[in-house]
């Protein structure tokens, strides 16, 4: 079992040595990242500003497209029971009588009647 | 007199329990000569990690010593430094892998990565045990490397894998019974 261990140890201290003498200097790894590291977060930080300045124009142009739609439906909207307002003869009251022309003129052609 | 990078590297884990403040204020420069004191050794680990693919390893190396370097990834003390520094290696490997194959799936190129072979020198003194490694199960690879090669006890490799202590010592059992036969 011992000879195993130290069998087993002293291929594993070979592979050491050789991957030590293939390792790259602590320098290059160190510094490698950094510059890409600096890179990428300025691209990442120019993204977020994209987007958030998207998200922005999005909401705001929805927004002001909300309001139109709100201000044209309350324009057209009329009540259920608009139509009792209508009390018959309201055409006298909607027009200014004028002098020389009879009131009846104002009247629709169906109220007219059977002459 | 031991540098404070020095003195990191070595203490005990029941030490650096105790010193755990002081080691958690070690500063850039301290952070630095530490990980270059243990270069080395986590080259080696990364290579372990990484299928012994020499680019991958560096890759994840140059990722660990940014983490570490930019402050997102912080030593508490809860355990020694090397064991760590491996820890957080190994994470960083596994994560890199799982990225690299989601790039691969989506670029459909499935049968290179189960052709895919690791590179380096196959014809070394010690190709014989690469190749009986790399036969081997993750774990017992793992901990068969963290005792062997960078001379842990049982229990900080079950600290660096993130197991408990029977499973990576059943692990180590059946690692070395594998090894032994595969190089017999």
């Not at chain 1, 087993?8 to 040595?17: D, K, P, T, V, Y």
């Not at chain 2, 459909?108 to 014809?123: C, H, N, T, W």
Request: charged share 25%; aromatic share 6%; net charge positive.
């Amino acid at each position: 079992m011992m000879n195993d261990d130290s069998e087993l140890r002293a291929r594993f201290a070979n592979l050491r040595e050789e991957d030590r003498s293939a390792a790259p200097p602590f320098g290059r790894t160190a510094a490698a990242k950094a510059a890409s590291s600096r890179r990428a977060s300025f691209v990442r930080i120019a993204l977020a500003a994209l987007a958030v300045l998207a998200i922005a124009v999005i909401s705001v142009l929805r927004t002001h497209r909300a309001t139109d739609t709100a201000a044209g439906e309350l324009a057209a909207w009329s009540s259920p029971t608009a139509f009792l307002l209508e009390t018959p003869g309201h055409q006298f009251l909607d027009q200014t009588p004028r002098l020389g022309e009879p009131l009846m003129h104002a009247l629709p052609a169906a109220q007219d009647g059977p002459q | 007199m031991l540098s404070v990078a020095a003195q990191i590297i070595e203490a005990p884990p029941n030490v650096m329990e105790r010193s755990a403040a002081a080691a958690v204020a070690l500063d850039e420069a301290g952070l630095r000569n530490a990980l270059k004191a243990l270069h080395l050794e986590s080259y080696g680990w990364a290579l372990s990690c990484c299928r012994r693919r020499a680019d991958e390893a560096e890759n994840v190396l140059q990722l660990v010593y940014l983490k570490l370097l930019s402050g997102k990834a912080v030593f508490e003390g809860k355990s020694s430094f090397k064991t760590w520094l491996f820890a957080v290696i190994r994470k960083t490997a596994a994560h890199e892998h799982r990225l690299e194959l989601l790039r691969r799936l989506r670029l459909s190129r499935i049968p290179k990565i189960l052709d895919a072979k690791p590179r380096g020198e196959q014809s070394g003194v010690e190709a014989r045990l690469k190749e009986a490694l790399e036969k081997l199960p993750a774990r017992q690879r793992e901990v068969l490397q963290l005792v062997f090669y960078h001379d842990l006890s049982i229990v900080e490799a079950a600290k660096v894998m993130g197991v408990g202590i029977g499973s990576a010592r059943t692990h180590y059992e059946r690692g070395k019974k594998q090894m032994r036969r595969r190089l017999a």
